[in-house]
């Protein structure tokens, strides 16, 4: 299969002003668009071969470097693009909202715990809401890795790579997880990956 950049879900301006269209410009037509062409380059050679994106990157783990990495962030910023949404954030509803209460206690609680995941992630990665073992866990990886390498069932995830945020935050990390929380995460998503 060959990867393919896939349009934003919305117009580059829609998630303004907690991601500016800069931003958004940057990282989804230069960064994300990179792991494509480079992860197609690679693919040509590496006789690796799956019916969905998914599996590719757990195929493409199986060879790992730069083949793993560049499949992988393109699996990544696509699912990070349908997490967020315009007007989106603040308390979830439906399936997920009555999973977090009863697997972190509160919506409170798992903001903390997502938002402690999203800092304490030491220089480039990921904070995901995952479902493992039938509970939702915060889980954070560096660089390019992701829950498909493992037993996770990815729900949210947040970009925490500079380039998520630094033109619109610099290195304010901490408030960038809390504009994401708080206005652009797309809890309709999270449930229909719930279900």
Known sequence: MKLELPDLPYAANALEPHM???????HHGKHHNTYVVKGNELLADAGVDADNLEDLVRESAKVGGPLFN?????????????SMKPAGGGAPTGAIADKINADFGSY??????????GVGQFGSGWVWLVLDGGKLKIAKTPNAETPLTTSAKPIL???????????????????FLAAFLDNLVNWDFANKNLA
């Open 20 to 26: 500016s269209a800069e931003t958004l410009g940057f």
């Open 70 to 82: 560049n499949v992988a962030q393109v699996y990544n910023h696509n699912f990070f693009w349908q």
């Open 108 to 117: 409170d609680d798992f903001k903390k715990e997502f938002t402690a995941g």
């Open 157 to 175: 995830v947040c970009d925490v790579w500079e380039h998520a945020y630094y033109l619109d935050y610099q290195n304010r990390r901490p408030d």
